[in-house]
């Protein structure tokens, strides 16, 4: 094999800059967010005390209840690995974690508190603030980490992984071409180059393969990715055998089933070792946590609201004449068909194979309509389908079967979509995805969201969601 070395995939860094390596990373996020909640703990306690009692307050206590509330919100985290480098990519560690770890931190306050009986101490006041103020910190300490960690690659600063590529010079090049300059601080140490498969019908010279595995033990790498093809996958393999004396992950890289499935991973059915492309969405255990939680907050929620959905049908039998709810063909999970409920706010009741979406100043939007409308009202009789088992509270939304029709035609995985049961709400619209889809992107953009919350489905997701949907602005954009 011929051996190259020093190709970098990060900025220009000079020698003399000092590169902080995953490890280094996670230590200093580690230490800067518990540092910064305890002293937004303390200063939260001093600020309100001073207010409402005119003294400081016992900062002792501010620093202890500080204290276990940042070790208990960044445990969850610290357990799954999200200080990790290549876990702070965008979408990793999103807002949805940080809301449950914060939740979670605050519920073991609440049981110590209650074990030791110190609840009476404390003041509900500065907690309810620490609470509220801590999460809007904690989020922005996670937006500043990221844009330090994207400027660190930039400059070379930051280096997650000392990678050797192994494989023909063709495919090596090609893996240059694809994945530099790379954005998440991969150094390439050292580059490998073997003969293509069809010109060496037996393994490279032993002695060759163990110089260049001591060349990536010099270079202290922290990963061999050899290479391969579909078709030469046995003989890429042995040659990847050789490597495993290492203190360093070895991988098989560029097969395109891997390429076109990332998420693939070895499985079983019954005996049969697979390849698993893609894992049912929710298992039976996650399906049945989501499928109660949709029923006691759907239920609860009919409930509760019962004098504002009397109010509602009152104001729409005075407003215009009709009925008082909407009812449409929409596909569910598996495309099951059913009918969605809704507060009638156009004057026509279109359920055809064609159908118009409502667009801004349309004439067929009622004056009430235009209000539910505006403020997502005209969703809640859907808490009817939650309950009824043809809905979640979150999840993509259906859409017309007219429009299934055309958009499963022009855009892949579309029917992906409705592996899942439809929701109320969903990622895409506390996005700003919602209302008409008057193209193709448009409608790509929404699909790629509901995509996002399927792979990544959580009930701390479902939380979040649902609370964005109340206070985040794009939850309202488009509405008309």
């Given at each position: 094999?011929?051996?190259?070395?020093?190709?970098?995939?990060?900025?220009?860094?000079?020698?003399?800059?000092?590169?902080?390596?995953?490890?280094?990373?996670?230590?200093?996020?580690l230490?800067?967010?518990?540092?910064?909640?305890?002293?937004?703990?303390?200063?939260?306690?001093?600020a309100?005390?001073?207010?409402?009692?005119?003294?400081?307050?016992?900062?002792?206590?501010?620093?202890?209840?500080?204290?276990?509330?940042?070790?208990?919100?960044?445990?969850?985290?610290?357990?799954?690995?999200?200080?990790?480098?290549?876990?702070?990519?965008?979408?990793?560690?999103?807002?949805?974690?940080?809301?449950?770890?914060?939740?979670f931190?605050?519920?073991?306050?609440?049981?110590?508190?209650?074990?030791?009986?110190?609840?009476?101490?404390?003041?509900?006041?500065?907690?309810?603030?620490?609470?509220?103020?801590?999460?809007?910190?904690?989020?922005a300490?996670?937006?500043?980490?990221?844009?330090?960690?994207?400027?660190?690659?930039?400059?070379?600063?930051?280096?997650?992984?000392?990678?050797?590529?192994?494989?023909?010079?063709?495919?090596?090049d090609?893996?240059?071409?694809?994945?530099?300059?790379?954005?998440?601080?991969?150094s390439?140490?050292?580059?490998?180059?073997?003969?293509?498969?069809?010109?060496?019908?037996?393994?490279?010279?032993?002695?060759?393969?163990?110089?260049?595995?001591?060349?990536?033990?010099?270079?202290?790498?922290?990963?061999?990715?050899?290479?391969?093809?579909w078709?030469?996958?046995?003989?890429?393999?042995?040659?990847?055998?050789?490597?495993m004396?290492?203190p360093a992950?070895?991988?098989l890289?560029?097969?395109?089933v891997?390429?076109?499935?990332?998420?693939?991973?070895?499985?079983?059915?019954?005996?049969?070792?697979?390849?698993?492309?893609?894992?049912?969405?929710?298992?039976m255990?996650?399906?049945?946590?989501?499928?109660?939680?949709?029923?006691?907050?759907?239920?609860t929620?009919?409930?509760?609201?019962?004098?504002?959905?009397?109010?509602?049908?009152?104001?729409?039998?005075?407003?215009?004449?009709g009925?008082?709810?909407?009812?449409?063909?929409?596909?569910?999970?598996?495309?099951?068909?059913?009918?969605?409920?809704?507060?009638?706010?156009?004057?026509?009741?279109?359920?055809?194979?064609?159908?118009?979406?409502?667009?801004?100043?349309?004439?067929?939007?009622?004056?009430?309509?235009?209000?539910?409308?505006?403020?997502?009202?005209?969703?809640?009789?859907?808490?009817?389908?939650?309950?009824?088992?043809?809905?979640?509270?979150?999840?993509?939304?259906p859409?017309?079967?007219?429009?299934?029709?055309?958009?499963?035609?022009i855009?892949?995985?579309?029917?992906?979509?409705?592996s899942?049961?439809?929701?109320?709400t969903?990622?895409?619209?506390?996005?700003?995805?919602?209302?008409?889809?008057?193209?193709?992107?448009?409608?790509?953009?929404?699909?790629?969201?509901?995509?996002?919350?399927?792979?990544?489905?959580?009930?701390?997701?479902?939380?979040?969601?649902?609370?964005?949907?109340?206070?985040?602005?794009?939850?309202?954009?488009?509405?008309?």
């Amino acid at each position: 094999m011929a051996v190259r070395t020093g190709r970098n995939f990060v900025g220009s860094a000079n020698s003399s800059q000092l590169s902080l390596t995953r490890d280094g990373f996670f230590a200093v996020a580690l230490t800067m967010e518990i540092l910064l909640v305890v002293g937004v703990a303390v200063l939260i306690g001093v600020a309100y005390h001073a207010l409402v009692y005119g003294h400081a307050g016992p900062i002792d206590d501010f620093f202890v209840v500080g204290a276990l509330t940042a070790i208990f919100y960044v445990l969850p985290t610290f357990f799954h690995s999200h200080y990790r480098v290549k876990n702070y990519l965008p979408g990793e560690r999103g807002p949805a974690r940080q809301f449950s770890s914060w939740n979670f931190a605050f519920f073991c306050i609440a049981v110590i508190g209650f074990l030791t009986k110190s609840t009476a101490v404390q003041s509900r006041g500065w907690l309810l603030l620490l609470y509220g103020i801590g999460l809007v910190c904690v989020f922005a300490f996670e937006v500043a980490m990221d844009h330090c960690r994207r400027a660190a690659f930039k400059t070379g600063r930051l280096m997650t992984q000392r990678a050797m590529v192994v494989g023909t010079e063709a495919d090596v090049d090609r893996f240059l071409v694809a994945h530099s300059p790379a954005p998440d601080g991969l150094s390439i140490a050292a580059i490998a180059t073997i003969p293509a498969p069809q010109r060496a019908s037996l393994l490279p010279d032993n002695s060759n393969i163990s110089h260049d595995v001591e060349v990536a033990r010099r270079h202290n790498v922290s990963d061999v990715i050899v290479l391969a093809d579909w078709a030469n996958g046995p003989h890429f393999a042995r040659i990847a055998e050789k490597f495993m004396d290492l203190p360093a992950s070895v991988h098989l890289g560029q097969l395109e089933v891997v390429e076109r499935y990332p998420q693939l991973r070895v499985g079983r059915v019954g005996s049969v070792t697979t390849l698993l492309l893609r894992s049912e969405p929710l298992s039976m255990l996650q399906a049945l946590v989501k499928r109660a939680f949709d029923i006691s907050v759907a239920s609860t929620a009919l409930m509760l609201l019962a004098p504002l959905h009397l109010l509602i049908a009152i104001l729409i039998k005075v407003d215009s004449p009709g009925p008082i709810f909407f009812r449409q063909r929409r596909r569910g999970f598996n495309q099951k068909e059913f009918k969605i409920w809704k507060y009638r706010t156009l004057f026509t009741m279109d359920d055809g194979n064609e159908i118009i979406q409502v667009k801004t100043g349309d004439a067929r939007v009622t004056r009430l309509g235009g209000l539910l409308r505006k403020y997502n009202v005209d969703e809640l009789p859907q808490l009817i389908n939650v309950v009824r088992g043809e809905m979640s509270l979150v999840g993509p939304r259906p859409h017309a079967v007219a429009h299934d029709g055309y958009y499963q035609q022009i855009i892949d995985h579309y029917t992906r979509r409705l592996s899942v049961r439809p929701g109320i709400t969903g990622w895409a619209q506390i996005h700003g995805h919602r209302g008409a889809t008057e193209t193709p992107g448009s409608m790509e953009a929404r699909v790629a969201d509901d995509l996002y919350y399927i792979e990544n489905w959580s009930i701390a997701l479902d939380l979040y969601i649902l609370l964005m949907t109340v206070v985040a602005p794009k939850a309202y954009r488009n509405a008309y």
